[in-house]
């Protein structure tokens, strides 16, 4: 049981220090940038689809689709890269960046293998997304935030949702049978700013959030959603387990997780 | 700051009054705002993107079924028929930037034409020096109208000024300086001195916000309550009907359900999920 003397406040409610304007604002960090393998690429790259996956069944099962081919990275310069290997792994500290192309179809994948904090979200959204890649449409697959959700949820219940920019509702959506997420709740983060991004650059995007965090069940139906939905016309496999590794996939293992163990 | 207008849409010239939340206790500045955008039936125009405001996106939070329609942190809405602008804020901001943000939300009033800034905030009931049982749901005032912050409108409404507000406390002072680009925020000699409890108000969020309109020249009022953490909609309607009456407008025209005031959608669950009766 939480004590109730130290428990974070409900989101809805502010710390003192949020509401107070002589706060220092934290030290100024560089910002993140995207580092191709080919320095001499055409850019910006314009994908038809960009793929953004935060959440840890999609990060798993986007490390494991095949045939993609390594095309750069997206370094966040306060995030390490002590610690991680030269082939890509799903223990690295890393945002690696795929292509997968099929039939003049191009789809990139950027694959958020850190966590990153809502304040660096904004910078992150802003050179991901409408610099050196414009994509047509973008994909986002992100978790539900339980602290965040205000219906009933429980980690027995399984589902996924959605929530998509004007310009993608105007047309045939990308992520048919999902329904929208419920009015009243809301996503922060990384997911979030990338949305709101697409929102006010007019590209077309859905935000798939999916619950629980992790688990075999969950990531089933973001195998089904990527390639029934998603990938279906890009003659891609994913050599994943859905149900069994799915499962021990993306717990979070404090010790591990942290900076201390490179 | 940028401002993004939706596809279609325009900004009104009648729409010369903002009328925007603070950050505060209860938030009940937003849910004031909220009821505001519903019930006035207020259109969307356009988004505010600011790096200083942390990133969330949601359902459409004010029509009934809602369709997708797509909720983000800052965004705009007009009534022409009430002569309204409202910003509604949805999250909060990086700590260390309130007054940036400040700053910011002072250029776009200017760049869009605005007269008169009316803000929203609460203030925290266990700070409140003076209990004056004959007040009731007081609603305190600051306006830049005169130096002392009176105004003989909000006067003549029955609200009594912020006795709080003094121009000339170090802190205030400070505010008017980091508003009008004067010093820098690291300066740190207001702080030499140990806090005092005069040195709250001019550290919350709408003072910031006052001090930036002020710098820039347009009229602002600030409309604040006392209120504790808890369920604060009846504070967000008490603030809502002080806006409606320093803008000239009467809920009774809003035509909706409650007094005329139209609830929004997304206040079902505001307190998250009715409790699970099958426990009983």
Redesign the interface.
Known sequence: MEDVLTELPPP???FL??????????PPVPSPFILLSNPTSKTPLQPSLFIIAISAPSLYLLHHVSPKTLIGTFILPEVPSSGNSVEPSLKDKSCNLYNISHGGKSVIVANFQYSVS??R???I??TLIGQQIIPERVLILDSVQSR?F???ISTDDTFAM?????VE?KGIPLLKKLN??????????????L??RC??K?IKAT?CVSWPESGGSVTSIVKDLLLKDVLSDMEVKIDADGEAEGLKFGHTNHYLDSELYT | M?F?L??GKHLYDECSTLILPA???G?VGQLAVDLLVASTKAERVG?L?D?N?????????Y?PT????????LEAYESPSSALTLIQQ??????????EFAKNLADFAVASGKKHIIILSSLDFGRWQTVDMSSGLQIYYLSNTNVDGSDEKCEKLGWKKMKEYDPNQK?WKY?STLAEGNVT?DDTS??EDDLGEEDYY????F??MFSCFKAKGLKVTCLLCYCS?GDNIPDAFHLAEAACNLAGLTPDTFKGSEGGWVIP??????Y??PP?MSLF
Request: charged share 20%.
């Open positions: 809805s409610r502010f220090e949020e509401l107070n304007n002589f706060t220092p604002p934290a809502s304040e979200s904004h910078a959204a802003k965040n205000r219906g009933r959605k929530l998509e920019t004007s509702r929208y997420f419920p009015s009243g709740s809301v996503v922060e983060g990384l997911g979030a700013a949305l709101g929102q006010m007019n935000l | 940028e993004n939706e596809a950050l505060s206790i938030n988004y993107d790096p405001v942390v990133p969330c996106v949601g359902n459409d939070a029509t809602p369709q997708g329609d797509l909720a983000l942190p949805r999250s909060p901001v990086v700590k260390g930037m309130m007054i802190l505010l925020q207001p702080f001019p550290s919350l969020p003072a910031a953490e959608f997304s206040w079902q669950s505001v998250g999920p699970d």
